[in-house]
């Protein structure tokens, strides 16, 4: 069964300081692995997604994240943060392509001016 | 990049009455559509996958005769939520696997139900 783990309930960073946002996954075949961001009140925004090919991903609004197969972990990075980057984020993964997302349970960034 | 709507934004209801809502992807076609339910401060929980032209397939634990979903078309599929309870209030959103450069890996979601039942 696949599964995702996001450790974190909350993480705390001052703005302009470099951000993690910790995602580990299992699943049974290769995976397919996503981060999206979620506002106050509103459906998911797709960040990145990582499918095959290099392991460093970059995304939209300036984060990127490493996929590391040997650490089954898949975590969201950013060099420096903004106050505006404070949401709710996702970690997913699925095994095949146009399947469900099976998510994490969220990790809500604060980010502090 | 693609875009999925959902119809209401929101919806306060009186217990024993249905309610319907409406997921369409705007700008591409969906044979596959995926329901979520997601509670205050928690993760998104798959409740079933809407298929155009058969039957949806539903999560263990979904009642498929509360939760009744149609695939109309290839870009619309609904979630009826019949008889509801204040139990069943909660923030349902809709996803689409889009199909942007032919591959169908990215799911591009809907804004969200927030339903309410009185």
């Known amino acids: 069964a696949q599964s995702v783990a996001q450790p974190e309930d909350q993480v705390n960073v001052a703005e302009g300081n470099p951000l993690t946002v910790k995602c580990t996954y299992s699943v049974s075949g290769n995976p397919y692995l996503f981060w999206y961001v979620q506002y106050p009140n509103r459906g998911l925004q797709f960040l990145l997604k990582?499918?095959?090919?290099?392991?460093l991903v970059k995304g939209s609004y300036g984060f990127e994240a490493e996929f590391n197969k040997s650490q089954t972990s898949f975590h969201l990075k950013k060099p420096s943060a903004l106050v505006s980057d404070s949401a709710l984020y996702f970690c997913a993964v699925r095994d095949m392509a146009g399947t469900a997302l099976i998510f994490g349970k969220g990790t809500t960034l604060s980010v502090s001016s | 990049g693609a875009v999925v709507s959902q119809h209401p934004s929101r919806v306060i209801c009186k217990s024993g009455t249905s309610v319907k809502i409406e997921c369409r992807s705007l700008?591409?076609?969906?044979?596959?559509m995926f329901w979520y339910r997601q509670f205050p401060k928690q993760s998104l929980m798959l409740m079933a996958t809407?298929?155009?032209?058969?039957?949806?397939?539903?999560e263990q634990g979904v009642e498929k005769d509360k939760f009744l979903i149609n695939h109309a078309s290839l870009t619309l599929s609904t979630l009826t939520v019949t008889s509801a309870h204040p139990e069943d209030s909660s923030f349902y959103i809709c996803s689409a696997p889009g199909l942007a450069g032919g591959s169908t890996d990215t799911q591009y979601f809907g804004p969200g139900t927030r339903l309410t039942v009185l």
């Open positions: 809407s298929n155009e032209g058969s039957k949806a397939t539903y």
């Open positions: 990582y499918i095959t090919g290099d392991n």
């Open positions: 700008d591409f076609q969906a044979t596959t």
